[in-house]
Antibody, heavy 117, light 109 residues
Framework: EVQLVQSGAEVKKPGESLKISCQGSGYSFTTYWIGWVRQMPGKGLEWMAIIYPGDSDTRYSPSFQGQVTISADKSISTAYLQWSSLKASDTAMYYC??????????WGQGTLVTVSS | EIVLTQSPGTLSLSPGERATLSCRASQSVSSTYLAWYQQKPGQAPRLLIYGASSRATGIPDRFSGSGSGTDFTLTISRLEPEDFAVYYCQQYGSSPLFTFGQGTKLEIK
């Protein structure tokens, strides 16, 4: 069974750094792109970035380029999303997704990030 | 950038009725690259339809997708109580690689 298990909720202050994680299981982690989708409170879905764990090739949405960094450690089948300096506007639910070249077939349970002073 | 516009924003129907949700693209989209997702409150989205008309694994056959070019439709033939949720269309293309529609909320009348 394919599963994407994300790290737990985070509460941070503006300016702090953060790295959230997503561990894949039940499939060959290195042969599927894996990415992140943001959902701000009460809003829709926004694609942020994807990475191919096999060779660490990455793609970013122009809206998120330079704002976040996606990475992966294939030895532990885990993808990451990190911020160097959080803003209040980063408050959102973040979903990890497995990508099949065209669509997202599996989703993680979500990681709620709250940024507040 | 391809923009996806979903309509209506909110659809109020009763169980047993037929639901028709629309997704219109600002430029032509290959049917291969159009998907639909369902999101229930407090849950992650799940894939319903890919390739515009293919049901994902485990999706009941009351859900169907159709369309081509710039106009795509998700139809739920007879609404069950568990179908009331928010539905998003999504396309894969050029920069950005993936875009979502703003969603249609299907609510119980």
């Amino acid at each position: 069974e394919v599963q994407l298990v994300q790290s737990g909720a985070e509460v941070k202050k503006p300016g702090e750094s953060l790295k959230i994680s997503c561990q894949g299981s039940g499939y060959s982690f290195t042969t599927y792109w894996i990415g992140w989708v943001r959902q701000m409170p009460g809003k829709g879905l926004e694609w942020m970035a994807i990475i191919y764990p096999g060779d660490s090739d990455t793609r970013y949405s122009p809206s998120f380029q330079g704002q976040v960094t996606i990475s992966a450690d294939k030895s532990i089948s885990t993808a990451y999303l990190q911020w160097s300096s959080l803003k209040a506007s980063d408050t959102a639910m973040y979903y990890c997704v497995r990508h099949t070249n065209v669509y997202f077939d599996y989703w993680g349970q979500g990681t709620l990030v709250t940024v507040s002073s | 950038e391809i923009v996806l516009t979903q309509s209506p924003g909110t659809l109020s129907l009763s169980p047993g009725e037929r639901a028709t949700l629309s997704c219109r693209a600002s430029q032509s989209v290959s049917s291969t690259y159009l998907a639909w997702y369902q999101q229930k409150p407090g849950q992650a989205p799940r894939l319903l339809i890919y390739g515009a008309s293919s049901r994902a694994t485990g999706i009941p056959d009351r859900f169907s997708g159709s369309g081509s070019g710039t106009d795509f439709t998700l139809t739920i033939s007879r609404l069950e109580p568990e179908d009331f949720a928010v539905y998003y269309c999504q396309q894969y293309g050029s920069s950005p690689l993936f875009t979502f529609g703003q969603g249609t909320k299907l609510e119980i009348k």
